[in-house]
């Protein structure tokens, strides 16, 4: 073999194998560019999603609930403008059914019985007759006059994620203290194409004390007062709050809440919409007198 055979044969060696070191250099480049840039999304769209959120007037959630053969399938709609929150509830067991309506203001809260179906006889042996009571409304009791505690609202306002129509400003400053309060503690789990978009899931853990902290500041700019004398120190103990939730990454909007290993799924949409709510009922008598009636039906 002359010395050109010999130059030949060891530059055709040497070719692959520089080949093969530039492939794995591109490829550990780019693994750490993804990571870089993957991560650094994740908290953008993680905090896009929480402004989102506290700059939208009104949102649906839809939420289904199953506990020892029993389930629960609830609509709640919230429009802060109008300070107002209804909720439509059918809760069934083996045998029956039952539809409520709620109607809610931050201090007021009605409620319906829209529809009872059930298959058990009574001590007459003919099933009960409840359609007297499907338009009556109850009024909950009030026990502590002019404080913002309507169950309903502060549930669909005061979620794990607030819900409100906040200024720039309002909003800056509320994640700030958000962040300074580490309320949330969050991992990029699964990341899956939508649309045109795609849907971030995220492990998130809440920090119950922080967010107890950022509600005093979040209620009180919101004209409510039910936090007020609320010490954030009594839930130093208090066991974080563990949720998945899911983002679409082109809205920024928080798409769907799961807690308790699925126990509670809740599905969000209409953010923002101009959708007005039905007003407190003009007339109503007390639960306490509501729910006697229902019970004396036999």
């Not at 309002?170 to 309060?181: C, G, Y």
Request: glycine share 6%; hydrophobic share 35%.
């Amino acid at each position: 073999m002359n010395l050109l055979q010999r130059t030949d044969k060891a530059q055709s060696t040497k070719l692959p194998n520089i080949l093969i070191a530039l492939a794995l250099l591109i490829l550990v480049a780019s693994y750490g560019t993804w990571f870089y840039f993957s991560q650094t999304n994740a908290d953008r769209q993680f905090w896009s999603m929480i402004d989102t959120s506290l700059k939208a007037n009104s949102y649906t959630s839809s939420a289904v609930q199953s506990d020892n053969g029993q389930k629960l399938e609830q609509v709640i709609q919230l429009s802060s403008s109008q300070a107002k929150a209804v909720s439509v509830s059918k809760a069934i067991q083996p045998g029956t059914t039952v539809t409520t309506e709620v109607v809610g203001t931050p201090t007021e809260e009605y409620i319906r019985y829209a529809n009872i179906q059930t298959d058990e006889a009574g001590p007459s042996g003919k099933k009960p007759d409840y359609t007297g009571l499907q338009n009556v409304w109850g009024k909950y009791p009030d026990p502590k006059p002019g404080v913002t505690d309507g169950q309903l609202y502060s549930q669909a306002a005061l979620g794990i994620i607030p819900i409100a129509n906040l200024n720039s400003g309002q909003r800056q400053q509320l994640i700030a203290k958000m962040q300074a309060a580490k309320v949330y503690k969050y991992d990029l789990t699964a990341v899956e194409q939508s649309g045109l978009g795609r849907t971030l899931t995220y492990t998130v853990t809440l920090n119950v004390k922080g967010y107890i902290t950022v509600l005093k500041d979040f209620t009180s700019s919101i004209g409510l007062n039910q936090f007020e004398s609320v010490d954030p120190e009594q839930f130093n103990s208090a066991q974080p709050v563990q949720v998945v939730m899911k983002v679409n990454s082109l809205s920024h909007q928080l798409t769907e809440l799961s807690y308790g290993e699925g126990a509670r799924t809740e599905k969000l949409s209409g953010f923002g919409s101009r959708k007005v709510l039905p007003n407190e009922p003009a007339e109503s008598i007390p639960l306490e007198q509501l729910q006697a009636q229902l019970q004396a039906i036999k």
